[in-house]
């Protein structure tokens, strides 16, 4: 095998534990980067190498891990297999789920312009209040999707608020309904541990017909626009908030 196909089958499997990683640290909120190892039969301090991309991964260490995992060993090595156009365009796609579904992703675009920001995983994580890894699984993603240059000293913000384009309408649908849960789930964090001054939770309880909600919709999104235009002029922020306006129905109706 050639070095830069090696180097892509490296690639391919780190990112699947970096995954697999995040995915038991959501389950449950004690899971550690040392449990993981002790499950995969691994010391931390490799493993998290491993994941940062500090250490190679060679095709023993990659069938040992994987069937730590409980992968046959043909799964092991289909995922090790050299990536063409069709796989690269896969993973675009999945990185984009990722990235509509998790806060933290548009929260480190953000992070960049406020003026205390320091181009750095340990700065990005504390601030965020996410772990080291998710903060440098995060930051590669939006890299590799065109939403975020690293350069030495400065990390630059390429996404104008904007996403990546041509994803499929069902994975953006499921993707945002993740992402929604996660916003208000901060939501009600804020609400118990930050203080009035610096939040704004407001409601207002009327009636009124379904038929006006594509109109609502409209000035919802254009008052949202509005809003962010006018706090963005400030060319000093110092803190990354989120915006999230809700309007649902509370009675249950024959046509509901």
Same mark, same amino acid.
């Given at each position: 095998m050639q070095e830069n196909e090696a180097q892509k089958v490296a690639g391919d499997f780190r990112e699947f534990l970096q995954q697999e990683f995040i995915d038991r640290c959501r389950k449950n909120s004690r899971y550690s980067l040392r449990s993981f190892? #002790?499950?995969?039969k691994i010391q931390p301090s490799p493993l998290s190498a491993i994941l940062r991309g500090k250490r190679p991964i060679t095709e023993k260490t990659r069938t040992r891990l994987a069937l730590a995992l409980g992968m046959k060993p043909?799964?092991?090595? #289909?995922?090790?297999?050299? $990536?063409?156009?069709?796989?690269?365009?896969?993973?675009?796609?999945?990185?984009? =789920?990722?990235?509509?579904?998790?806060?933290? =992703?548009?929260?480190? %675009?953000? &992070?960049? #312009?406020? $003026?205390?920001?320091?181009? $750095?995983?340990?700065?990005?994580? $504390?601030?965020?209040?996410?772990?080291r890894t998710e903060t440098q699984i995060a930051v590669e993603r939006l890299e590799r999707v065109g939403l975020l240059k690293r350069e030495k000293n400065r990390w630059i913000d390429l996404a104008s608020h904007s996403i990546a384009t041509n994803i499929q309408p069902n994975l953006t649908s499921e993707s945002l309904r993740k992402l929604q849960r996660q916003v208000l789930e901060k939501?009600?964090?804020? %609400?118990? =541990?930050?203080?009035?001054?610096?939040?704004? =939770?407001?409601?207002?309880?009327?009636?009124?017909?379904?038929?006006?909600?594509?109109?609502? #919709?409209? &000035?919802?999104?254009?008052?949202?626009?509005?809003?962010t235009a006018f706090l963005e002029k400030n060319s000093k922020p110092t803190h990354v908030y989120n915006i999230s306006i809700s309007l649902y129905p509370i009675s249950k109706t024959e046509d509901l």
């Open positions: 190892a #002790r499950s995969l043909e799964e092991a090595e #289909r995922l090790g297999a050299t $990536k063409n156009q069709a796989s690269e365009d896969i993973r675009i796609s999945v990185d984009a =789920h990722s990235i509509i579904s998790d806060w933290y =992703h548009f929260a480190i %675009l953000e &992070l960049i #312009r406020v $003026k205390s920001f320091q181009p $750095k995983i340990e700065y990005v994580a $504390k601030a965020l209040g996410i772990s939501s009600l964090i804020a %609400l118990d =541990h930050v203080a009035i001054d610096y939040r704004d =939770h407001t409601t207002m309880t009327l009636a009124i017909n379904p038929k006006d909600l594509p109109a609502a #919709r409209v &000035l919802i999104r254009n008052f949202r626009r509005e809003l």
